[in-house]
């Protein structure tokens, strides 16, 4: 399986981009499709997932609220859609596939390229 982010871009702050993040290959219910960021000199960042079978969400506390993950069965993806975009959203969002529920970067075995985000003040 491979997984391709879009959306990225030059978007302004306050703006909403959707990101999206789709799979080459079949993702099985017992599988957790991540998304996380990596900003400038800054460690990848946990932003929450969504188990593909039951389709539960989960997020990073910080992000509640203004980042919100979808299913896009018909793209075999995920979409993570970030609201009221700030400066500090700056970063490459990266999707990834693992087998559980997890923050941690190490738990997903299959990532995507990541697509850049840059905010405009």
């Known amino acids: 399986v491979q997984l391709q982010a879009s959306g990225g871009g030059l978007v302004q702050a306050g703006g909403s981009p959707r990101l999206s993040c789709a799979a080459s290959g079949r993702i099985f219910s017992s599988h957790v499709m991540g998304w996380f960021r990596q900003a400038p000199g800054k460690e990848r960042e946990f932003l929450g997932g969504l188990t593909w079978g039951g389709g539960r969400v989960f997020y990073k506390d910080s992000v509640k609220g203004r980042f919100t993950i979808a299913k896009d069965s018909a793209k075999n993806g995920v979409n993570l859609q970030i609201d009221s975009l700030k400066p500090e959203d700056t970063a490459v969002y990266y999707c990834?596939?693992?087998?559980?529920?997890?923050?941690?970067?190490?738990?997903?075995?299959?990532w995507g390229q990541g697509t850049l985000v840059t905010v405009s003040s």
């Open positions: 990834a596939r693992g087998n559980h529920r997890d923050s941690d970067p190490k738990a997903y075995y299959v």
